[in-house]
Structures are given as structure tokens and as C-alpha cells.
């Protein structure tokens, strides 16, 4: 997906910017320059979905890359950008050949993809940049790009771009611009949406805060973001939405907060504004969030979400093992009975997906045996189940590096020495993903939630948004892929359909629909797990000896 940033070459898909969210960096450049924004291509992996696309049609990538999409947005207008997001279409020699900078953002699990940029950036002879979470949170793991932007939106970025534009040749010697002065989110750019076609994208998202006030062990965010969240205008919010539907409706969007209700009083502030812009839109849009699972404490809270046609929460539940969330300073989710508090999100409609983490300290043989109890129990039909690994900046990182714990060999599945023997770790567990995503456990979970959580969301109308005929054939595609490839040819056809045909009887499409994507990735995604094929841990850099083409 290639696209050059000029705000009126497509006025009949995007026209103008929404005035809320427009402020662009307040330096004036003096010169032109070409900007080749590249967002690299990341390790597939269970949050991926990637099972999911060739059920989709024209879907290739999980979510647009929100940060790289907002340094686009925030550039002098004067300058052209183009971008390309990895995931959907490598960057050619042309694109190198025609940029004067090329500027790149990523994750730890991107990194090798990151400097693989910087490497044919540089044998075109164009200055490399790099920003975003990996290189804010660990300098040292670029140590070959020209310019490193460090931290946040904000003053660094300002002395990056006129950097840029005083300058047209590489560095003798790597710079740094970190932020001191982080740009408030209230005045934030709208990212570079029209940028993209939404249509390439599992889901769209929005960001409405940053920070978390929680000190999870094993979290970066608090160090990276701290934590006192900072809040976007309900406003901009609105307007982030507005444009979406401009470029195209993408169904859900994932509002990827680091905590949605980090800040519950701003999130009160925000709701109103999303019920109100659904109403008005016939509510082309379903919601999904992050948030701590003590969200379950605030029934106003739940009544305001479940308005906005909120559908979806991810709760870092992490384990059922009370000693376990003791010792990671996790105690919030004791705050009431776990089980309790997911049957409280679905009586607000709300489907819980559950991060899970194998590895702590504490954990026994019988962890595994605990794990499948909890989610035969909790009837989630989602959990991220995970292996422990110490991300930099975090309190596990340093206190395993005092005690001489942490690994780096990229044949294992995480950096952890554990306290129990890795490889029975690591079995524990293959035994609890290939458990949870048998076919027929995981559908006994989806048709508990298809008679238990999704009937108490609203009614929203039959609206033209809704009933488009772009919506129709979308919903068209994904069913007869799915009645096809999981129906008729799937391993386990059988399976699908002692659960899809009370569904059809129903006529509950658009839940079956559902199922049938996020399932068929599951348990797709589950049996390459058995046959090791896949990692561990999201943020391992084992390698593969399969080629996922």
C-alpha cells in the first residue's frame, strides 16, 4: 500500500481535514523534501489473525500503525510523504530512490525488520530515522540508523524536522532528539487515514488516551508513558471517526489505550460523544477496548459503554492464581471475584478476551491444570496465552537482570530463566493453547457467549450504513468463504457445524460470521503451536525454520 501525502489529490474519498486534531508541527520549512514513511512488517503471531484474511477477501494486515500514521499527519504540509506499511506491500528500490528520508517506527518484535530498512535506506544513500516504542524504550538496538526520535510526540519532533529540512546529506555520526516537552494528545493530528485503504485492515483503531496508573511487573507502559493517562478531546475522537467512515466503514475499531478506563472520569467525559455520533451515524461501528477487569465495579460505566455498542474488552487477567497476581503487583484483579467480573462484563454484552501468561515465579505443575479449569469456567472463547518474557524498562527486567536470570539466545522461546525447567514450561504451555483452541472447547465457549453475552447488547437499526451494499458484499464474502473453506473442506467441519446450524436456524449471521473468523484463526493458529511452528512468546525472536510466505 503505497499513497503520496497530498490533502486534495483524492477529494472524492477524504476531502478536508475536520477542523478538531488538525495541528501540524509549528516549524516553517525552507526546503522541499520527499518523506517515505515505511512501518515495518512484524512476526506473525496469535494476535495477529492472520488465519482469518484468506476468509476476508482483500484483508492483509491486523490495524493500521497509528504512531507513524500521526508523524505523517504531523509533518510540514509543504513536504511530500509517502508510506507504506510492510504488511500489505514491501517499499521498492523506487520508493528508496525517490525519498530524501526515510523514516520508520516499530516494535522489539520488529526490530530485525526495522534495520533491514536502514540497511537499503543507506545503500540508496538516504538519511534513515527511526521513532516509536522499540527505539524509545532501547537506543541500543539501532545502533546504525543516522537519527534516533526518542520518546513521544513533542519537541524532539520539532528539532528532527527542522534538522531535516537544514540538512540533505547522512550524518558523520548518529543524532538523537528525544522528547522533553511531549505534544498534549488534546493536540495531536488526526493520523494520515486517507493514507490507507481500511479495506486491507482486519479493524480499524483509535487511540483515546496514553499512560496507565497500574505498575504491572512485566508492563513497559507505565516507563513509557507513564502514569497519569493523557487524554484526547472527545472531540478529536469524533473527528478520528468522521474521517474513518470518509475512507470507508471497517466495522470495529479497537480503541488501543493502554487502560480505556485509566482515567474513568475522562472516559464518562467521552461516552456521551460516542453514543451520540452512533446514533447519528445508525451505528456503522462495533467497539472494542482495552481495560483493567475491576471495569466490572463500574455499572454506570458498563451501561454508557454497552450504549456506544462497545462489544469487546481485553482484560490482562494473566492467571487465576491469586499469589501469582500478588507478587506482580497485579492485585487489582482481586479487587472482586474474577469469575464474577467477566460474568458482569457479558451481562453488559460484552465479550472477554483474556490475556493469559505462562513463566511466573509462581507457578506449579498444577498451573496448567488451573489455567484450563479458569477458562472452561469463565467460558472466554479468546485468551492470549502466553509465555512470560522480560520486556526492557520494566520492573521484571531489572530485577531478573540483578539476579542473573535473563537470556539471550535466540533458539529459546523467551529471555526468562524460570524457576521450574524451561522445557516443561514450555510445555505446560503447548498443553494450554492446543487445549483451549480444540475445536470443540473453543465452540462450546463461543455458543455459551452467542446465548449469554451477545443478546444483551443493543438493537441497533437496520441503518444505511449498516445495510450498504459494500456492507452486504463484505458479509457476503466472509460467509461463503467461511461455509466453504471451513463448511465443506475444513478439518473440522463436523464441529463447525454442530454449532453453526442451531445459529442458521436463528438467523444469527452476523454473530455465526464472527465464530467463524476468529475461530478458524484459533485453532489454525493452535495446531501450528502443536506442531512448533509458532512461538511462544509474542515477543520472541526465536527462528523459525518454516517460511510463513
Known amino acids: 500500500m503505497t499513497a503520496n501525502l497530498k490533502y486534495k489529490e483524492k477529494p472524492s474519498i477524504v476531502g478536508e481535514f475536520p477542523s478538531a486534531g488538525t495541528k501540524r508541527s509549528s516549524y516553517v520549512p525552507l526546503h522541499h523534501r520527499n518523506i517515505l514513511c515505511i512501518f515495518p512488517k512484524y512476526s506473525r503471531s496469535f494476535g ?95 545502533p546504525e540508523f543516522d537519527i534516533l526520535n526518542l520518546g513521544e510526540l513533542g519537541d524532539g519532533t520539532d528539532r528532527m524536522i527542522s534538522y531535516l529540512d537544514q540538512n540533505s546529506e547522512r550524518p558523520t555520526e548518529q543524532i538523537r532528539f528525544e522528547t522533553k516537552e511531549r505534544l498534549p494528545l488534546s493536540e495531536f493530528p488526526i493520523p494520515a487515514y486517507h493514507l490507507l485503504n481500511l479495506n486491507d485492515y482486519f479493524l480499524a483503531n483509535v487511540q483515546f488516551s496514553s499512560g496507565c496508573p497500574y505498575r504491572c511487573e512485566f508492563c513497559d507502559i507505565p516507563e513509557l508513558y507513564g502514569r497519569n493517562p493523557r487524554m484526547k478531546t472527545p472531540e478529536q475522537v469524533i473527528a478520528e471517526l468522521d474521517m474513518m467512515l470518509q475512507c470507508g466503514n471497517p466495522g470495529s475499531v479497537y480503541f488501543v489505550d493502554d487502560n480505556f478506563v485509566g482515567d474513568r472520569r475522562a472516559a464518562m467525559k467521552l461516552l456521551p460523544h460516542l453514543i451520540d455520533w452512533q446514533k447519528r451515524n445508525g451505528y456503522p461501528l462495533q467497539f472494542a477496548c482495552e481495560a483493567t477487569l475491576n471495569l466490572a465495579q463500574s455499572p454506570k460505566l458498563l451501561e454508557m459503554m454497552r450504549e456506544a455498542y462497545f462489544c469487546t474488552v481485553f482484560c490482562g487477567i494473566e492467571t487465576p492464581e491469586t499469589d501469582a497476581l500478588q507478587a506482580i503487583s497485579k492485585t487489582h484483579n482481586l479487587s472482586m471475584p474474577i469469575l464474577e467480573a467477566v460474568k458482569t462484563l457479558n451481562s453488559y454484552g460484552m465479550e ?198
Open 48 to 142: 495477529t489473525f492472520h488465519h482469518a484474511y484468506p476468509l476476508m477477501g482483500n484483508v492483509k494486515a491486523f490495524m493500521p500503525p497509528q504512531g507513524i500514521l500521526i508523524v505523517a499527519a504531523y509533518l510540514p504540509e509543504k513536504w511530500n510523504v509517502r508510506f507504506i506499511d510492510e504488511n500489505i506491500t514491501c517499499a521498492k528500490r523506487s520508493d528508496y530512490q525517490w525519498a530524501d528520508v526515510v523514516i520508520v517506527s516499530g516494535m522489539h518484535i520488529q526490530q530485525p525488520h526495522i534495520n533491514k530498512i536502514n540497511e537499503l535506506a543507506h545503500q540508496e544513500g538516504k538519511i534513515t530515522v527511526v521513532g516509536g516504542p522499540s527505539v524509545s524504550g532501547c537506543p541500543e538496538y539501532y
Open 352 to 549: 472477554v478476551v483474556s490475556g493469559i501468561i505462562i513463566g511466573f515465579d509462581t507457578d506449579t505443575p498444577e498451573t496448567a491444570d488451573r489455567i484450563l479449569e479458569f477458562i472452561r469456567l469463565s467460558q472466554i472463547p479468546l485468551l492470549t496465552i502466553n509465555l512470560l518474557h522480560a520486556l526492557p524498562k520494566t520492573p521484571l527486567w531489572r530485577r531478573l537482570e540483578q539476579e542473573g536470570r535473563l537470556i539471550f539466545d535466540e533458539n529459546r522461546e523467551s529471555n526468562i530463566e524460570y524457576l521450574m525447567p524451561y522445557e516443561q514450561v514450555v510445555e505446560m504451555w503447548r498443553r494450554c493453547i492446543s487445549t483451549a483452541y480444540e475445536p470443540e472447547f473453543l465452540y462450546e465457549r463461543f455458543a455459551y457467549n452467542m446465548v449469554h453475552t451477545f443478546p444483551n447488547r443493543i438493537k441497533v437499526p437496520n441503518s444505511p450504513a449498516r445495510t450498504s451494499w459494500a456492507n452486504i458484499r463484505k458479509g457476503l464474502t466472509y460467509f461463503s468463504n467461511i461455509l466453504l473453506r471451513i463448511g465443506v473442506f475444513g478439518n473440522y467441519r463436523s464441529t463447525f457445524w454442530k454449532m453453526a446450524k442451531p445459529a442458521l436456524k436463528s438467523g444469527n449471521i452476523e454473530d455465526l460470521i464472527h465464530v467463524g473468523l476468529v475461530g478458524h484463526h484459533l485453532i489454525k493458529f493452535a495446531q501450528e503451536c502443536v506442531k512448533n511452528e509458532e512461538s511462544a512468546s509474542f515477543y520472541s525472536q526465536k527462528i523459525r525454520t518454516k517460511v510463513h510466505k
